[in-house]
């Protein structure tokens, strides 16, 4: 899986954990993709 092998990242931090609260403020990025969660 992408997340396992630290391929994304949340708020400039490679993520590997499969579960993960994302909230309000919080950046997530795949390759070239940014996405800004909001509320």
Known sequence: MLIEQGLVA????A???KR???VA???V?????????SD
Request: charged fraction near 40%; proline fraction near 0%; hydrophobic fraction near 30%.
């Open 29 to 37: 990025t795949f390759e070239d993709i940014t996405l800004l969660i």
């Open 15 to 17: 993520e590997t954990r």
């Open 20 to 22: 993960r609260k994302i």
């Open 10 to 13: 949340v708020n400039g931090e």
């Open 25 to 27: 403020g919080d950046e």
